[in-house]
T-cell receptor, first 115, second 111 residues
């Protein structure tokens, strides 16, 4: 158990719908990352938050958005869903402090199927 | 951004065999990690190794930062070692926290 909690574990929804994925980082971790894993794209970095602020952005679509709340949990919102958005969405967290390295730990992922 | 390449893409091993997986990266790194994704999709952290050598049981890893590669060694492989092994790097010139994953090495260990 990595200590990173993601909900829901599985989600099936229709095209055009909107879903929210939730992540609770490990206790003490200030950084949260979101990744998308699909068969054809591999593991893609979407976005990182550090202590509530957006820190780094990757290949995140405009239909997707994320935020990190004061209690450090994070949510990834996916809207106007398309069949191609079907993927495993991972959240990861790290302490991310200078001098400690930046070891990232992954949650178990949220399987999203768009039908 | 940094590019990460892993080889070989696939590996079939008989139980008890040893193997070496390679990760090449295109730039200096602040951070490099190895992960194992098991058949259930879980990503397990194996090593944080931006440089040097580490060992954990039957697994060990070496990163030669000056030559921009890292190696993961699996010794006396077991069927539970099956899965996909990923290398992920945070480039020195990339945004802090932006990890780039390689395409992975699919390992199948047969009894």
């Amino acid at each position: 158990d990595s200590g990173v909690t993601q909900t829901p574990k599985h989600l099936i929804t229709a095209t055009g719908q909107r879903v929210t994925l939730r992540c609770s980082p490990r206790s003490g971790d200030l950084s949260v990352y979101w990744y998308q894993q699909s068969l054809d794209q591999g593991l893609q970095f979407l976005i990182q938050y550090y202590n509530g602020e957006e820190r780094a952005k990757g290949n995140i679509l405009e239909r997707f958005s994320a935020q990190q709340f004061p209690d450090l949990h994070s949510e990834l919102n996916l809207s106007s869903l398309e069949l191609g958005d079907s993927a495993l969405y991972f959240c990861a967290s790290s302490v991310a402090s200078v001098g400690s390295g930046n070891t990232i730990y992954f949650g178990e992922g949220s399987w999203l199927t768009v039908v | 951004g940094i590019q990460v390449e892993q080889s070989p893409p696939d590996l079939i091993l008989q139980e008890g065999a040893n193997s070496t997986l390679r990760c090449n990266f295109s730039d200096s790194v602040n951070n490099l990690q190895w992960f194992h994704q098991n058949p259930w999709g879980q990503l397990i952290n194996l090593f944080y190794i931006p440089s040097g050598t580490k060992q954990n049981g039957r697994l060990s890893a070496t990163t030669v930062a000056t030559e921009r590669y890292s190696l993961l060694y699996i010794s006396s492989s077991q069927t539970t070692d099956s899965g996909v092994y990923f290398c992920a790097a945070e480039g020195a010139t990339d945004s802090w926290g932006k990890f780039q994953f390689g395409a992975g090495t699919q390992v199948v260990v047969t009894p």
